[in-house]
């Protein structure tokens, strides 16, 4: 039995990489290696569905799913989220997520090279300096 | 109680003032960042309690001598039906005051837990969605985008995320080290360190001291998990990991948007590269100061003193 948070990955996958909105029944049967019954699959688009990640329409008799939005739009999001710190919100912002290195300017980066080429002197074997 | 709420109110803007930009400026911080930050929290509680406590003992001074027994004959007086207990309208405007300041500190910090806690979850949950768990370390995801790009998602279940671009741009021990670094950040909970500093900037954004004290705490947090990496990886690794991400980063700032807390990439590559030496007497002294104002400003309402 997967984890929940294992099967709606699954099941985003295989809308992401459907042509166009499908039944349950196609999702169920992408993913008929994990045998899953047709309830399940209806169960987790549904809570996809109530986080705004899968949007419902009616077509005749039958439901069709499809993403509310592409993989690299949710990943350009994301980064959206990350990158904005000169947004309005940048308070707000930072409280959220902590970055490993924040924006430099062009003086810091050239003195970041300058203080990578000392680290990396003091350490055989590392990558050479990306020279441009 | 006047003469103790003077004295507070005094040791609130000693405290807001002077100190918290002295400490702001102060070079050792560098040596011993995270009783820098026990100082800061310490500073952050004392001058919030400082000034509430000045407030409400002025207010309910005519009332006793300590302010558990000026609420004790408060709370007799509306017994007897008297609601304001006969004080008069200035000293009930600085106890409706004190209730004010007191509200809104609390309820901003409130308000930012649960957005702080929300916006998390749903990055987490688009997170968990999108990206590949990191093979060489599962706790950590990998997301498709050519941005050479790490940080943390913190929170109960925090995740550590790192960009296609990143892993490209660093060799595996760089790697390590930047995960030492995040991994840090989140058993740590660094996030609960700087919340309340950036709920209070948010309410108080004509303090400046405030948000110097929300930049200083940033930069120090990022020095105290670049430490606790370096337990587990060479300093010089994380400080090439450090200026490889920070070289890669340039672009991305638009023109005058450097903040503060941003521009210590460089400081803090080369604090790894020559560490400055470590302090155990600044360290005590920090320690100690910061335990005694928070004693101070905590305990000065509640006692008697002989003035």
Same mark, same amino acid.
């Given at each position: 039995?997967?984890?929940?948070?294992?099967?709606?990955?699954?099941?985003?996958?295989?809308?992401?990489?459907?042509?166009?909105?499908?039944?349950?029944?196609?999702?169920?049967?992408?993913?008929?290696?994990?045998?899953?019954?047709?309830?399940?699959?209806?169960?987790?688009?549904?809570?996809?569905?109530?986080?705004?990640?899968?949007?419902?329409?009616?077509?005749?008799?039958?439901?069709?799913?499809?993403?509310?939005?592409?993989?690299?739009?949710?990943?350009?999001?994301?980064?959206?989220?990350?990158?904005?710190?000169?947004?309005?919100?940048?308070?707000?912002?930072?409280?959220?997520?902590?970055?490993?290195?924040?924006?430099?300017?062009?003086?810091?980066?050239?003195?970041?090279?300058?203080?990578?080429?000392?680290?990396?002197?003091?350490?055989?074997?590392?990558?050479?300096?990306?020279?441009? | 109680?006047?003469?103790?709420?003077?004295?507070?109110?005094?040791?609130?803007?000693?405290?807001?003032?002077?100190?918290?930009?002295?400490?702001?400026?102060?070079?050792?911080?560098?040596?011993?960042?995270?009783?820098?930050?026990?100082? @800061?929290?310490?500073?952050?509680?004392?001058?919030?309690?400082?000034?509430?406590?000045?407030?409400?003992?002025?207010?309910?001074?005519?009332?006793?001598? &300590?302010?558990?027994?000026?609420?004790?004959? @408060?709370?007799?007086?509306?017994?007897?039906?008297?609601?304001?207990?006969?004080?008069?309208?200035?000293?009930?405007?600085?106890?409706?005051?004190?209730?004010?300041?007191?509200?809104?500190?609390?309820?901003?910090?409130?308000?930012?837990?649960?957005? &702080?806690?929300?916006?998390?979850?749903?990055?987490?949950?688009?997170?968990?969605?999108?990206?590949?768990?990191?093979?060489?370390?599962?706790?950590?995801?990998?997301?498709?985008?050519?941005?050479?790009?790490?940080?943390?998602?913190?929170?109960?279940?925090?995740?550590?995320?790192?960009?296609?671009?990143?892993?490209?741009?660093?060799?595996?021990?760089?790697?390590?080290?930047?995960?030492?670094?995040?991994?840090?950040?989140?058993?740590?909970?660094?996030?609960?360190?700087?919340?309340?500093?950036?709920?209070?900037?948010?309410?108080?954004?004509?303090?400046?001291?405030?948000?110097?004290?929300?930049?200083?705490?940033?930069?120090?947090?990022?020095?105290?998990?670049?430490?606790?990496?370096?337990?587990?990886?060479?300093?010089?690794?994380?400080?090439?990991?450090?200026?490889?991400?920070?070289?890669?980063?340039?672009?991305?700032?638009?023109?005058?948007?450097?903040?503060?807390?941003?521009?210590?990439?460089?400081?803090?590559?080369?604090?790894?590269?020559?560490?400055?030496?470590?302090?155990?007497?600044?360290?005590?002294?920090?320690?100690?100061?910061?335990?005694?104002?928070?004693?101070?400003?905590?305990?000065?309402?509640?006692?008697?003193?002989?003035?």
């Amino acid at each position: 039995m997967l984890r929940l948070g294992e099967l709606e990955r699954a099941v985003m996958d295989v809308l992401w990489s459907a042509p166009g909105p499908v039944t349950a029944r196609v999702v169920s049967d992408a993913l008929s290696d994990r045998s899953l019954a047709l309830t399940t699959v209806l169960t987790v688009l549904s809570r996809l569905e109530a986080k705004g990640y899968v949007s419902r329409m009616r077509d005749g008799r039958a439901h069709h799913y499809a993403a509310t939005a592409t993989r690299e739009e949710h990943v350009a999001g994301l980064m959206h989220e990350v990158l904005d710190t000169a947004g309005e919100s940048s308070d707000d912002r930072s409280a959220v997520l902590a970055r490993f290195v924040g924006q430099v300017s062009r003086e810091e980066a050239e003195a970041l090279q300058t203080a990578l080429a000392e680290a990396l002197r003091r350490r055989p074997g590392g990558r050479e300096v990306p020279t441009e | 109680m006047i003469a103790p709420a003077i004295f507070l109110g005094m040791l609130a803007v000693v405290l807001v003032l002077p100190a918290a930009h002295w400490l702001a400026a102060a070079r050792w911080t560098v040596r011993e960042p995270r009783a820098a930050l026990v100082l @800061w929290q310490g500073l952050g509680l004392a001058s919030g309690l400082a000034a509430l406590g000045a407030v409400l003992m002025l207010g309910l001074s005519p009332l006793g001598s &300590t302010v558990g027994q000026a609420a004790g004959a @408060w709370l007799v007086a509306v017994g007897h039906g008297d609601l304001t207990a006969r004080l008069d309208p200035i000293h009930l405007l600085l106890v409706s005051l004190a209730v004010v300041l007191f509200s809104r500190l609390v309820g901003v910090l409130l308000m930012s837990i649960v957005r &702080t806690a929300r916006t998390r979850q749903r990055h987490r949950e688009v997170v968990d969605l999108v990206g590949v768990p990191y093979e060489r370390d599962r706790s950590t995801t990998v997301l498709d985008h050519p941005d050479a790009v790490a940080y943390c998602c913190p929170g109960v279940r925090g995740r550590v995320v790192l960009t296609a671009g990143a892993m490209e741009l660093l060799d595996t021990d760089e790697l390590d080290a930047v995960l030492l670094h995040e991994h840090a950040h989140l058993s740590e909970r660094h996030d609960l360190v700087v919340l309340p500093f950036n709920a209070w900037t948010a309410a108080l954004p004509w303090l400046s001291a405030v948000r110097s004290a929300g930049s200083a705490v940033r930069r120090l947090v990022e020095m105290v998990a670049d430490d606790r990496a370096c337990f587990g990886c060479e300093r010089h690794v994380l400080a090439a990991a450090l200026a490889r991400l920070g070289s890669a980063a340039r672009g991305s700032a638009p023109a005058g948007s450097l903040a503060v807390a941003e521009a210590a990439v460089l400081d803090r590559v080369h604090r790894l590269l020559t560490p400055p030496g470590r302090s155990p007497l600044i360290r005590r002294f920090a320690y100690l100061a910061a335990a005694l104002m928070v004693a101070l400003a905590m305990l000065l309402p509640w006692v008697a003193l002989p003035l």
